[in-house]
């Protein structure tokens, strides 16, 4: 089954800064990768979403990549405030119906 | 909002009972998924149904069970409880019951807190 691992580690940053957050899968190729944002006790919410044959997505601040060479996807956000302060969820497709979800990063902005 | 409901918020039982976790997923979807969120696990997939039929199946333990109904709201079953079930169960759904190449979104409901005590 597939494998999904992100930084355990908080990622701490200042306002204005971008920020990256990667997530490496170690099995197969995914058809997608998903990146979701979770405030404490919340759902999940949906962000981007791309897939194997693009390189990259943008939706306005947020920037996601997919290196299928380094079995990679890097989350960017530029110009982070602290209301990005939340943990960021990387998910792909495993099997034929389901989602697989790493563990997630911690970001803080600090203003 | 989601348009993901989930019964109850929060939950606090003891050891060795029974509780039922329910869902209404967004309206028009016909899939649901179940997820268990622990500290140490992160999200854990744990069972999912389309259309009343179960699709798959993940880390469910036979303990618990679910089931969809015709009217497509869910039901999460958990059983003989141990202090190890407390966690943050999440309902999912989405339109479609095919994720794996298409790349549907699933959206979250807020969450059951159970503390088994």
């Known amino acids: 089954s597939q494998k999904i691992e992100q930084n355990s580690e908080a990622l701490n940053i200042q306002e204005g800064k971008t920020a990256t957050l990667t997530c490496n899968y170690t099995?197969?190729?995914?058809?997608?990768l998903q990146w979701y944002r979770q405030d404490p006790g919340r759902g999940p919410v949906f962000l981007l979403l791309?897939?194997?044959?693009?390189k990259e997505k943008r939706k306005e601040r947020l920037k996601v990549t997919f290196d299928t060479t380094l079995k990679q996807s890097l989350f960017h956000i530029t110009a982070s405030q602290p209301a990005d302060s939340a943990t960021y969820l990387c998910?792909?497709?495993?099997?034929?119906?389901?989602?697989?979800f790493g563990k997630g990063t911690m970001l803080l902005v600090s203003p | 909002d989601s348009g993901v409901t989930q019964t109850p918020k929060h939950l606090i039982t003891a050891t060795g009972q029974r509780v039922t976790l329910r869902c209404s997923p967004r309206?028009?979807?016909?899939?649901v998924y179940w997820y268990q969120q622990s500290l140490d696990q992160g999200l854990q997939f744990l069972i999912q149904?389309?259309?009343?039929?179960?699709?798959a199946k993940g880390n469910i333990l036979e303990r618990f069970s679910a089931q969809q109904f015709p009217d497509l709201h869910s039901e999460l079953n958990l059983s003989s409880l141990e202090l190890g079930d407390s966690a943050l169960y999440f309902c999912?759904?989405?339109?479609?019951?095919?994720?794996?190449?298409?790349?549907?979104?699933?959206?979250f409901g807020e969450g059951s807190w159970l503390t088994v005590v």
């Open positions: 309206s028009g979807d016909l899939s």
């Open positions: 149904y389309y259309n009343g039929e179960e699709r």
């Open positions: 791309i897939r194997e044959n693009e």
């Open positions: 099995n197969y190729s995914p058809a997608y």
């Open positions: 999912a759904s989405s339109v479609e019951g095919n994720l794996g190449t298409l790349g549907n979104t699933i959206y």
């Open positions: 998910a792909s497709n495993s099997g034929y119906s389901t989602l697989t």
